[in-house]
């Protein structure tokens, strides 16, 4: 069972699109289920906002992370000697 | 109990007697020197059992002028303290063998007479009825440790008791004499009575300065900038450090500020006349900064010197914040710092003993080797620091209580705020030794080497002692109680 | 009143036995025993104080009620799984560290006063530093030293506010508290750093990532829970709270992107899930407050198990860099499994435990009429997703192929993330067991409703198609060695560089002072040697002359105190 799950998810490695384009009808069909349960009145979230909103907000994040690395980025052994990060890890 | 009382101060000089008659037999000199220690300490001990609150018990010596004797008398702050001094004795005592033995030291005749001495003597600043007396037995203090001190005979050792006897002398000829023949013009007498002689004699500015003379006349309780005979005397052999600036000598300085601020000038008179206000902010930079040179220095010993200054400074600190409650809790201190300060102390001799290193960098690793030693060292760090479950958190517990209750209103905030700060430089400076002793270089097996039996022995009693004693916190705390009574 | 021994304390002697049991099977038997015979005691214990007198002062060692007492069921359940993880371990410095940790973490939930409190409150920074120092070198014992005056620090301000506290009500019980007094900012501010409230936040993304790969499990498990606890007893329904916590829960996710180490990365989130639990007990209403009881209880279990998988990748592979690590699904596929369920459940997918525990929280807020804290807390929830659900088990398990063929991670290691993977789930399933034991009742409330189920899974699905937009345009940051600069620059550079300039200076100048004394009490002694010494003018040696000296003194003293 192990191996073919291993096979699996190699072959979903290799084809990065296959796995995107299979999300992406994912998030449609959710998009679609909200607006029609939004219609058919079962509740009165607004619809279709969490995902615009996830999409958006994620998209922020990212970038602004990436900006901000390049003014707190530095070198590993910064902090050297008195802290792990450039230490080799060897433990037990 | 004159009897008594009489028989704990005379035993450690006739014991020094003793130990300079059998000088040349070291086993009947040592094992005499035990039996003294021990009998003192059960005399002292039995003062503690049968002193009685209420009662006066109070002898004269002889007269020395109208109206000025040589007096002594019991009560709790120095009951506790002889207790201290005396108790201490055995274990120190049962140490110093172990050490002077293992290092091969000469003259040790002159040495254990004189630790004889040194010790009779502080029971004899505990006992004293009026401040004369105690100013005869701080000098013999003084004067019989200075042969301790410069033990060794090297240059070194001249030089760091030339320090000592400087200091002690000049702070208290220059100061306590003055300060003493002022409040005998004030106050017509200088006996130690309960809510002072002072008060109603004189203003506020005066008693202040009055309470300077006091507090650097007494050179023994090292408040800076009057503090570098402690670390310099630190050449002395390790027990005699555990003496002297654990045990004796320090603690017969706060000691006497204690009495001097409860007996002489009395809480209420100086919280009223807010005379030693300045000294809450002086004692608090003392305590501060003793412990950061404490960071920078790697001698152990004198490591642990700076840490005593600053530790001194917290019983000041108590005299200074004028309540009755603060001036249990300094006494509270005393005790504590007492007992975990000589387990370091002695830890340091054996680890010295046993591997002749001095320098912090040298040790690390080295738990390994002495587990027990490192263990004890550890125990004694952490009550110094104020950690639970240990007596010194208690003291630093109820010394901040005092700090809230004293009425001050900045001062309090400074004290509080200095209390929490020096636990953490307390923490800085001395838990790291034995966090590396036994952290570093762990890849290697090392094969135990303890000191010899008598130098590992006392160390771990006193630690445990540390711990011990917080079960006794609350008799303690009612013994100590007539202290923090409003005057009749 | 109660018989029995606090489950806390049974802990902490079972410490002390630890060293003198025989390494090996009959010790970490008795390791797994202690928490499991806790967890009886505990079933037994019933709702009760006991009130004891120490030193003078009126104390309640010993308190069990609804909160203190899931607290203790996750904590005994959190030491059970990180001790099997453990099992390989034959370190016992470790081992009585973390049990002393552990031991002391739950003796001080179940403290009823602050002076017990601050005791067990500064055993748990003793037992956990070891667990960062036990893995040794020069960079663990500098940053378990930085840890240990976080916690010291925060120790002592709890000192500070329970002699305040003793000071204004005559009284050291533990209760709800309001921020009017200095005791209770003192208090507020010890729980805060413990709690990771941002600036006093660095310790954590300090600390866990040095541990020892078993230790960062317990030190996840433990102080900063604790700290949860404290606030949700003393401070319920403090709107201050509401806003630390959201910046708690917002700042840490960019740090999170960016970070090359993975237990960072870990950290990082934790601060940020810790900002929830803190939002929860601000908002105060009983469903808020079970809110973010729960979660810390589904929060121990994934972040353990997060903290395990990682740890089961280093103890394998050596590092848990992301750029060292990926495509390690293929060595070792179950330890991948068990990541992505953690993964799942922190991200709050339906049918996983952070699911039901967040939901309650994100509803009081919204139902509060806080709106801005709603909208944050959702972006917020996205980002998690994103760097624990996404990030984790990518660049560790898929990602580039780092090439590494290693052996999948040892049986007792698979058994704890297994069973901790199990009541991630089996939770998230059936919440009804969790919510009947939350310390206020849940009523009828679900949150598998139409609305949470699918306005959660679209926030989740779009944020996972915004990764994989950003992987296949290649805008997404690429991993990078390196160390981001956060807060702690401020005391880890800025300052030690100003005391180190600063201190040495007035350690120059300190020492030329006392050279000039010295100077001068030389040209005293050489005139007094003169006088007195051998040869002097006032004795033909250095004995007679110094008791002339004495003499003379002595007689005017005697003088003086004649005639005054």
Redesign the interface.
Known sequence: MMRRLVQKLAFLEKNPRRVFRALAALGGALLALDALLWIAGVYKNIPVWHGLYGFVMCVALVLGAKAMRHIVRRREDYYAPRATDSEEERQP | MQTLSLLALALPFLGAAAILLLGRLPNPRDIMMIAVSIGTAACVIALLFLYEDGKTHAWTLFA??PN?DVAWHLEPLGLLFAALASALWVITGLYAIGYMRANNEKKQPRFFACFSIAIGSAIGVAFAANL?TLFIFYEILTLSTYPLVSHRETKEAKRGG??YL?YLLGTS?LFL?PAI?WT??RAGTLDFVEGGILPGSMGGMEAALLLALYVYGIGKAALMPLH?WLPEAMVAPTPVSALLHAVAVVKAGVFAVLKVGIYIFGAAFLSEKGASEWLIWLACFSILAAS??AL?KTNLKARLAYSTVSQLAYVILAMALATPAAMVAGALHMASHALAKVSLFMCAGAIHTASHKDEIPDMAGLGRAMPLTFSAFTLGALSIIG???FIGM?SK?RL??AA??SGQSWGAWAA?ATL?LS??LN??YLL?IP??A???G?EKRVAMREAPFLCLLPPCLTALACFAM?FL??PL?DFLAPLAREPR | MIPLIAPGWLLLGGACLIPFIPKGAARTSFMLALPLFGMGLLWLIPDGSLAASFGGYAITPFRMDGLARIFCLIFLIATFLSALYAWHLRDSFQHVSAFIYAGAALSALTAGDLLTLFVFWELVSLGSVGLIWARRGEGAWHTGLRYLIWQMASGLLLLGGALFFFRETGSLAFDAMTLQSPSAWLIFLAFGIKAGFPLLHNWIQDAYPAGTITGTVFLSCFTTKLAIYALARGFPATEALIYIGVIMTIFPIFYAVIENDLRRVLSYSLNNQLGFMVVGIGIGTPLAINGAVAHAFCHIIYKSLLFMSVGAVMYRVGTAKATELGGLYRSMPLTMIFCVIAAASISAFPLFSGFISKSPILSESLGGGYWVVWFLLLFASAGVFHHSGIKIPYFTFFAHDSGRRVREAPMHMLLAMGIAAFLCVAIGVYPQALYAMLPFPMGDYTAYDAAHVIGQLELLIFSALAFGFLMLSGLYPPEVRGVNLDWDWVYRRVLRRAFERIGGSVLVLGDKVWGYVLGVWGVVYSVLARFYGPGGLMGPSRAAGSMALWTAILLSLALLFAYS
């Open positions: 020395l002028l000025l004369l030339r320090y400087a000829f004499l023949i005998w013009r570098r950061l040179i920078t950690l639970p479950p208690w517990w901040g209580e809230l209750s509080l929490l636990s953490l923490l800085l790291t966090a590396r036994f952290l570093s762990a917080v916190i609350e705390g």
